[in-house]
């Protein structure tokens, strides 16, 4: 069974970058599309990004369009999501998914303080 791990997740000052990695294990996720969702406190979780097997194809939430980037390479079986110019408001806790497999990584913490 495939399992995902998150990592890369810390502690920025606003205008600060981080990158997550989301490396699978268990079997290859590079036949599916895999995705970058987020939930803060008191919120729900919502998408952030999406990439499709090939990384030809990506997606951003509006919130996070122009400073997010997600990537993938197929032969490490990660995924990655490159954050530029952070926001408070980008803080939350970040998972890795790929909805196909109904599979989730555990999460990582992102903190961007004012």
């Known amino acids: 069974q495939v399992q995902l791990v998150e990592s890369g997740g810390g502690s920025v000052q606003a205008g600060g970058s981080l990158r997550l990695s989301c490396a699978a294990s268990?079997?290859?996720?590079?036949?599916?599309?895999a995705g970058w969702f987020r939930q803060a406190p008191g919120k729900e979780r919502e998408l952030v990004a999406t990439?499709?097997?090939?990384?030809?194809?990506?997606d951003y939430a509006d919130s996070v369009k122009g400073r997010f980037t997600i990537s993938r390479a197929n032969a490490k079986n990660t995924v990655y999501l490159q954050m530029d110019s952070l926001k408070p408001e980008d803080t939350a806790v970040y998972y890795c998914?790929?909805?196909?497999?109904?599979?989730w990584g555990q999460g990582t913490q992102v903190t961007v303080s004012s």
């Open positions: 990439i499709n097997w090939s990384g030809a194809t990506t």
């Open positions: 268990g079997g290859s996720i590079s036949p599916y599309r």
């Open positions: 998914n790929i909805n196909t497999l109904g599979v």
